[in-house]
């Protein structure tokens, strides 16, 4: 059992060929198995055995449980395959962590002297953590003779922390399983919530407290932290298309069923590519969609989740403060756990969040910290936790009365409190007002992909596909843009001219934050523009997706700078020179 405090279980795994696997196309490399198979290998040569598109998995698995592949490490399998035949056997699965409960401690030994020969007799605790209690041994195992008592002042003891693992599924799972887990030793306060983790564990079982019944517990041996996302580096066909793609057909390529939104669209992208804390500053970047119903945000929305596994479409009608960042479960056996919510777990990503106006004014501050601090603090019944929660917001919501009267000020038609929209960087109206020849477009569209389907649609249009998009935004965030000298001043001189305009009094309020939100668009337009500088150029595009957000709600933008339009390649062939090796 001391395997657990020791690190023995972290031995570099590898697999003991036999004579029955010489054509085995499974192989591990970095704790994790990949399939070798001829017909599954991707461009990279390797392909994991979750993403394998034939039978291997269950052929692997089959293996290690026969005995003809063997390692160091777990039987892959996951939760919702867990029986009890895997009972005392050791199993590797991919998790996230929903829930964590404070540490505790148990005893590994107790220690009993004998009164006859003096020497120790020692009581270890088995693999459920349980130990011989009683004061006193009524036989010396050394001597035979003498009574043996507890050693008060000797014990030996080992930290233990439970938390809830929750499968990792890939879609097409509406209730992902999940399990009670232990953590040990120097595992304990290492995970985060909403991370994804690659978990050795043994398979115990555990009686409840009442009947004969039992239910599952992970001894976990050691556990390891994933990247972010799994998502393919894109090929060197689809690299070159990105190069070559007008910004305005990318932006579109979000929810391509949703047309005239460019600069919304844009602007969402902009939000999901805005930057980490730098220096403790925040860069994170928020978007607020409010508008009539009909108008296509919900539908934004819902595309924008199904781009990163670790979104969550949620309802501020039906949420709450504690269901949404952090609250507390009680167990059956009285453990008292932490539970975070959807925008703790989508940490180092966004969250999507509809009907924010009707969200109770009480559970909306929830999200003050977390849009302006980055942190999430939950002080209750003796727990006191701070995480760290760097999640991008974008949320829509309705006016009042379900209709943007234009007789009413900005303030008077949401239901929001100021301080609230504050936070957000964009805020869009979304009506449409669209002129007659955008309203025909729209409807031979609809026709259009109703007779030849959406796929048909995007390769028509020269749009991306969603697993296009996917990898756009994974290479994009692979870049830091750092400011010129130029682009600062740029930033200076638009919001000098910005902040010197005449606004109505209850329009959205132009402060310091309105500043410090525009120079995190230039670095996401820098980004989105898979620049490592933010130029001239970028600092405009991003100002142009600014004083439309403002515009739309009747707002006064600087006259003297004109729009720059995204549709145009020029746009990018005036920052980047590729060479043809790149």
């Known amino acids: 059992y001391l395997l657990y405090m020791t690190d023995e279980s972290k031995v570099t795994p590898n697999i003991i060929p036999t004579e029955a696997d010489s054509d085995v196309p499974f192989k591990l490399r970095n704790d994790e198995w990949y399939c070798d198979h001829k017909s599954c290998k991707t461009e990279r040569g390797i392909n994991t055995i979750d993403t394998c598109k034939r039978d291997h998995i269950d052929q692997i698995y089959k293996m290690l449980s026969t005995g003809q592949l063997k390692s160091k490490i777990g039987i892959p399998c996951k939760f919702r395959d867990i029986s009890t035949s895997h009972e005392h056997k050791t199993i590797l699965s991919r998790v ?9 401690s148990f005893e590994v030994a107790r220690f009993y002297v004998c009164d006859h020969c003096g020497r120790d007799n020692i009581k270890r605790c088995d693999d459920f953590r ?11 195992s050394t001597c035979g003779e003498g009574t043996c008592f507890i050693d008060k002042n000797r014990t030996m003891s080992a930290g233990i922390q439970k938390v809830m693992f929750q499968e990792q599924v890939r879609g097409g799972v509406l209730q992902p399983v999940v399990m009670e887990a232990n953590l040990y030793g120097c595992d304990i306060d290492t995970v985060q919530a909403g991370r994804e983790y690659q978990v050795n564990f043994i398979v115990r079982t555990e009686h409840l407290s009442k009947g004969n019944v039992t239910k599952f517990v992970l001894d976990v041996l050691n556990i390891e932290s994933l990247n972010e996302q799994i998502v393919e580096d894109p090929t060197s066909f689809e690299s070159s298309l ?3 793609m007008d910004l305005s057909k990318i932006a579109e390529s979000l929810e391509p069923k949703i047309y005239n939104r460019t600069e919304e669209k844009t602007a969402l992208l902009l939000s999901m590519l805005s930057g980490e804390r730098q220096e403790g500053e925040r860069m994170e970047l928020n978007m607020l969609m409010v508008g009539n119903p009909g108008t296509g945000k919900s539908q934004l929305l819902k595309f924008c989740n199904e781009l990163d596994n670790r979104t969550k479409l949620i309802s501020g009608r039906s ?3 504690a269901g949404m960042v952090m609250g507390m479960d009680t167990l059956s056996d009285g453990t008292k756990m932490v539970t975070f919510g959807p925008v703790v777990m989508a940490n180092n990503s966004y969250i999507a969040i509809d009907e924010l106006d009707k969200m109770n004014p009480e559970d909306s501050s929830a999200l003050h910290d977390v849009m302006e601090l980055g942190v999430a603090n939950f002080n209750k019944v003796g727990v006191d936790i701070h995480m760290p929660v760097r999640t991008r917001i974008l949320g829509a919501a309705n006016p009042k009365k379900s209709s943007w009267d234009d007789n009413k000020t ?4 949401i239901n929001m409190d100021d301080s609230f929209i504050s936070r957000f960087g964009f805020v869009f109206k979304f009506v449409n007002e669209f002129s007659l020849e955008q309203k025909k477009q729209k409807r031979a569209n609809d026709s259009y992909i ?3 389907g959406l796929e048909s649609f995007i390769a028509e249009k020269g749009l991306l596909t969603k697993i296009q998009l996917m990898k756009y935004i994974k290479v994009a965030k692979t870049f830091d843009p750092k400011p010129t000298v130029e682009s600062l001043d740029r930033i200076d001189e638009i919001m000098d001219s910005f902040e010197s305009e005449k606004q109505d009094k209850d329009s959205i309020a132009l402060d310091d934050r309105t500043a410090k939100d525009f120079y995190r668009m230039t670095y ?6 898979h620049s490592d500088k933010i130029a001239v150029e970028h600092v405009d595009m991003a100002r142009t997706i600014l004083f439309k957000a403002y515009r739309s709600f009747g707002m006064n933008t600087p006259q003297e700078f004109q729009d720059v339009q995204l549709s145009k390649r020029t746009a990018l ?4 020179s590729f060479d043809s090796e790149d």
Do not use: H, P
């Open 319 to 321: 949420t709450s403060r």
């Open 242 to 244: 990105f190069r070559e």
């Open 573 to 576: 062939s005036d920052i980047f």
């Open 96 to 104: 996230t962590v929903i829930q964590t409960a404070a540490k505790q």
């Open 524 to 529: 996401a337009m820098a980004r989105f523009c």
């Open 410 to 413: 900005i303030m008077d038609n």
């Open 130 to 140: 349980e130990i011989y209690d009683k004061d006193m041994i009524e036989q010396c």
């Open 450 to 452: 109703r007779m030849n």
